[in-house]
């Protein structure tokens, strides 16, 4: 079975540079719906998760620009890459000097999809093919979560987490262009890049994407959007 995930992401997503990180190559789909539908005739599940892992979203966009222009907040410590997707975020920590990187994510396809970008871009990046929000916190020195607070009951969920880790010593950094359960009063923002995401779900082909701290002493607070 992770031969045939592989070859799926192969044949629906062609490997091409990320836009604004050109350095880096992923695979990315022209039509994530067709995908998504493929994946569905794949796995005989008519509710298989939409193909994440085949976007580059405007989070994961500004972190990876981020680390790659401030090294020093990745170099030679460990990072856990949450809710990874393709593993841009990983991707773009071990180019930046990382010691050890590590993605995680629920999707299977995701988990082929991350195996396969890290190869074509020359790195090493574990990965961890399940849920961690139930888990306590790895044992890494940097967190980065990008992209996950377009859903209210995740949103809920990596909050507690993120804080958790933050408790723990851990360095958080999110990314996000502006999704509606982002918990803003528990960020402090870092920057801000205009980004491209490969895929027209999102509102905007090129919008804004930022990037933050968490904050110290933040409190896990109800989210609506």
């Known amino acids: 079975m992770p031969d045939s995930r592989r070859a799926f992401v192969v044949r629906h997503a062609p490997l091409r540079p990320v836009p604004g990180l050109e350095a880096i190559r992923l695979h990315l789909a022209d039509d994530v719906l067709a995908v998504w539908r493929a994946a569905q005739l794949e796995t005989g599940d008519p509710d298989a998760a939409l193909p994440y892992w085949a976007v580059a979203w405007g989070?994961?966009?500004?972190?990876?620009?981020h680390v790659l222009e401030h090294p020093e907040m990745v170099a030679g410590r460990r990072v856990f890459d949450l809710a990874s997707g393709s593993g841009l975020c990983a991707i773009a920590a071990m180019g930046a000097g990382a010691s050890v990187a590590v993605a995680a994510d629920i999707d299977p396809f995701a988990v082929a999809a991350i195996g396969l970008n890290a190869r074509a871009n020359?790195?090493?990046?574990?990965?961890?093919?399940?849920?961690?929000l139930d888990d306590d916190p790895p044992d890494t020195d940097v967190i980065l979560a990008g992209d996950c607070w377009y859903e209210g009951d995740l949103a809920r969920r990596v909050?507690?987490?993120?804080?958790?880790?933050?408790?723990?010593?851990?360095?958080?950094?999110?990314?996000d262009p502006g999704r509606p359960y982002l918990p803003t009063a528990d960020l402090v923002e870092l920057a801000t890049y205009d980004v491209r995401t490969t895929s027209d779900l999102e509102d905007l082909q090129r919008r804004r994407g930022r990037v933050y701290r968490l904050r110290a002493g933040a409190t896990a607070t109800a989210m609506t959007p």
């Open 159 to 175: 909050l507690p987490w993120l804080q958790r880790a933050l408790a723990r010593g851990l360095d958080v950094l999110v990314g």
């Open 59 to 65: 989070g994961g966009l500004a972190i990876s620009r």
């Open 122 to 132: 020359r790195c090493r990046v574990q990965v961890v093919g399940r849920d961690v």
